[in-house]
């Protein structure tokens, strides 16, 4: 039994589906340290299994939050000191967005017009740092419908002082033809170096490639995932569908998926805190070990 306090953070990280991927990993980080607080001292071992189990679940898409919640138990389980561990991780998470964003600069394209969606920390911190040398003519944002996202991130950029404009979803694939490259964020990058981002990118991507237009994904390495490849990930949970129709005629269908796989042919680059990598080197860092597969 995990305490309340984790229990509560567990509920908020399940039901929070407009923050970005580094921030609900940062939230899982916040349940742990609760988990360490409440706990006795040493930290038991079957309270540690069921936190690391517990936590991802509630976000299953979000690579950085299995991936912070494994190396906590892992390293805790091999001896090492709770808090120490727990701000080890806490800092890895929270200075890579810059050194992301300084990686991109070494690739991004000067005097840019460059089409986006959703709301991703890492995106947003790349844009800001290439508008600060001159380097952004133009950003458009496809609202991330049904939550509308996108929003948020046009807010941040406006505020930013970033020339932004807001369009519908289905405009976005179409404006490659007339930008520089596609920049998109991710929650996950699998294994065969495809990745899971929010719905709608996929068309993005393919749009980016029918217009000989470069697809960068912007992300820390805490999201690679080796566990998955675009075949076995195990896909995104079933939504409301009321959230796309409130009050439907009887009888109408609908399904609502917020994320999808976006398969490797489409990304150019994949920049993060330790560099920029394209998927083939990707599918290299991550392949099993010899007798793993």
Known sequence: MLPPSVEEIIETIDSDHTSGAARIAGMGLKAIEHLVKDSPSPLPADRLREAARRIPEAQRTNAALYNVTQLFARLVSEGHDPWAVLQQLRTELESARESVARNFLKIAPDRARVVTLTFSANV??????????????????????????????????????????????????????????????????????????????????????????????????????????????????????????????????????????????????????????????????????????
């Open 124 to 293: 947003l911190t790349c844009l800001q740092r290439a508008h600060e040398q001159g380097r952004i003519e133009h950003v458009t944002v496809m609202e991330s419908r049904p939550l509308f996202e996108g929003r948020f991130l046009l807010i941040a950029l406006s505020e930013a002082g970033v020339p932004a404009t807001l369009v519908p979803d289905a405009m976005g694939p179409g404006l490659m033809a007339e930008a520089t490259c596609a920049l998109v964020g991710a929650d996950t990058v699998l294994r065969d170096g495809a990745f899971v981002n929010k719905t709608g990118t996929y068309a993005l991507g393919l749009a980016a490639s029918d217009h000989r237009k470069p697809l960068y994904v912007a992300c820390e390495t805490l999201k690679f995932d080796a566990r998955y490849d675009s075949g076995s990930w195990p896909g995104a949970p079933e939504m409301n569908p009321r959230e796309i129709w409130e009050n439907p005629p009887e009888r109408i269908a609908m399904r609502n998926r917020y994320f999808e796989v976006i398969p490797a042919r489409l990304v150019t680059m994949v920049t993060t805190e330790r560099g920029s990598y394209a998927p083939d080197t990707i599918r290299t860092m991550l392949a099993p070990a010899k007798g793993q597969e």
